[in-house]
Each structure stands twice: as structure tokens, then as C-alpha cells.
């Protein structure tokens, strides 16, 4: 059996999220001690104390977002699941978040985005955003500001990705992605000109959007594979695209028009009910199962699933982050006779 240790100052902030119920809590790791900021704008106060390096902790709870992210900091929240078994439920950002120079390996995890993710026109690399919710992101880019080795992992996004089209190694990844109109993105994945990964991921292409916009929309030079890929209506699945390898995806539209791209293995016509447990439509919900039903039936190129669920690392169900999570909880209605007040609490620390 695995055992994992962990330091008081995870015990400090497990205990303040709980105790401070009305109260959203940010808590800075840097250099080995610890600040606690309390209140809405706590994540701003945090952020502005930090260095590169540090660690940001969220509590549950509503949190005003900093004017822009510009330091390579870590910052975790409790989840973006509104069911979350994680006793502390989702973190909330009121707005969308940019992202500009100097930002180089941020990683953004365990957080509700209520808005887009916005990458300035700098040079960025190694930003990670992991199981978040939000709803697009956008990047501005030129030959001079590439966005290089940046990746989306398990995350819900709701209105697409724009990449604008330069920067390398990039990865989308077991995320659940909606093309849809009116954020302006009008695809699920636009502008990528090679070296991108876009591997186990479920891509619904949504009704509001017209015939003429693709899943994909001016991607080159990259891989496509193992995907669950749902439309409504007719469109393009293929749009302005080629010398792509499209593999082992899984569509429910009975012809795929693969253009001037390399297509192998790919499943065509599967009727959408037999697909998911349970699923209906071409939007993201979360009461959603998005298990497949026959898991044995459509093989990835490693031999496992196609959707999110492949691979030797899926999808989390519930999307909790890493760090370890109060399950339950007791306080005692009042103090014994001694003054004290007594406390429990059951952690369950996360294996990835």
C-alpha cells in the first residue's frame, strides 16, 4: 500500500476552507512558509505576493480573478463539478483569465472559469491548464510570439479553442470540447499549424452553428486520434485542413469527407445512443455519463478506449485535483468541559 505525507500547511488549509464557511481562503506557499488571505479577492492578494515557483491554493467558494497571470505560479482550486464528492465543492472564478508574458510554466488546475482563457500576444510556453472548466480560449500569436508546449487536459470547454495558428508540441487531451456559437470561435478546434496533439478527447460540434463550420477549422501537420466526434447537423467535419493523421476516432455521421489528410482506423456511423451510458445531444452537461457502453468495441491506437476514458491515465471522474480532498467531516455542537471543541476530519489524498 502506497503511503503519502503531507505537511501541516495542507492541514491548515484543509481545516480553514471548512471552518470559514462564508469566507473564500487563499493560501501562498513560498519558500517552505505559508500566507493565508482571506475573502473574495483573495486570489488577488495571493497572486500579487507571489513568485515563480509558488503554489496557490483556492478554497470552494466565489474568487475575483487578477488583472492578468503574468508569473509561472501553480495555482489549484477544489473543482469545477458542481456534484463534487469532495466535501469543499467547486472553485469559482467570476471571470475569465489572461494570460500574458511571463507566465511560462503556469499550471492552472481544479477550477470553474466563468469566461474564456485569453493568451496575450507573447511568447508563452509550457502553460498547463488541467481539469478546469471554461468557456473558450483564445490565443494571440505571431511568428515572433509563438505559444510553445502548452496543453488542455481534462478540461470542459464550452465554445472551442483558437490557437492562431503558431506555436509547437501543443496538447488537448481527454477534454470535452463544444464547438458553438456566439463566442466567435465557431469551431471546436481553429488555427494550428503543426506539431499539435489532439488525443481522447469527446468534440460535439453544436446545432447553433452553421454548415460551413468544421470541427476543425485550418489545422495542419497534426494528430487526430482516438476522439469521440458528435454533430447535429449537417457540416464539415474537415475545414481548410490537410496533411493531418486522422486514426482510431469515432464518429456518428455516416460519411466523413477526409480531405487531403492521412485517415486509418477511424469508426464511421455509429448511431450516438449506443455510444454513451448515458449522453443525448451536442452540448457539455454535467449529469452526463460519459463512459462508452461497449468500451471493448472501439479500440485506441494503445490497444485501450477511444473517448476519454483511454489510455493508462483517464479522464478523473468528478475532475478533482491533485491535492488531497476532505470527504467528511465532524464538529461537535458545543465544547467539553474543558473549553475544547471537538474536530475530525477524513482526507483522501489523490494518486494523480
Sequence with gaps: ??????????????????????????????????????????FVDAYNASSDGDILCLSAGYFTAPGALAKGITVIGSGHFPDSVNIAKRTYILSGLTINQGADSLHLEGLYINGNVNFGNYSISYVKILRCRLSAASFSSSES??????????????????????GVNL??????????????????VANIDGDAV?????????????????????????????????????????????????????????????????SYNNYIGVTQSDIFVNQSGNSIDYTHDYHLKNPATYLGTDGSQVGIYGSTIPFKTNGLPFNP?????????ETDTEGNL?????VKAQEN
Excluded at 11 to 25: D, E, G, Y
Design 1 to 42: 500500500m502506497k503511503t503519502k505525507y503531507y505537511s501541516f500547511t495542507w492541514a491548515l488549509f484543509l481545516f480553514s476552507i471548512t471552518a470559514i464557511a462564508q469566507n473564500p481562503v487563499t493560501t501562498l506557499e513560498h519558500n517552505g512558509e505559508t500566507q493565508v488571505f482571506y475573502g473574495q479577492d483573495s
Design 171 to 188: 496538447l488537448i487531451k481527454h477534454c470535452i470540447i463544444c464547438g458553438k456559437a456566439p463566442f466567435g470561435i465557431y469551431t471546436s
Design 325 to 333: 480532498q476532505i470527504i467528511s467531516k465532524s464538529v461537535a455542537s
Design 342 to 346: 471537538q474536530v475530525s476530519f477524513k
Design 198 to 262: 489532439i488525443d481522447g478527447n469527446i468534440i460535439l460540434r453544436d446545432s447553433s452553428l452553421s454548415s460551413g463550420d468544421g470541427f476543425f477549422t485550418y489545422v495542419y501537420g497534426s494528430l487526430i486520434q482516438n476522439n469521440v466526434i458528435l454533430q447535429s447537423s449537417s457540416g464539415n467535419f474537415l475545414n481548410s485542413m490537410n496533411s493531418n493523421t486522422v486514426q482510431n476516432n469515432l464518429f456518428n455521421i455516416s460519411s466523413v469527407d477526409f480531405g487531403n489528410n492521412f
Design 145 to 166: 510570439t509563438p505559444k510553445n508546449n502548452c496543453s488542455f487536459e481534462e478540461c470542459f470547454i464550452f465554445s472551442g479553442i483558437n490557437f492562431a495558428k503558431y
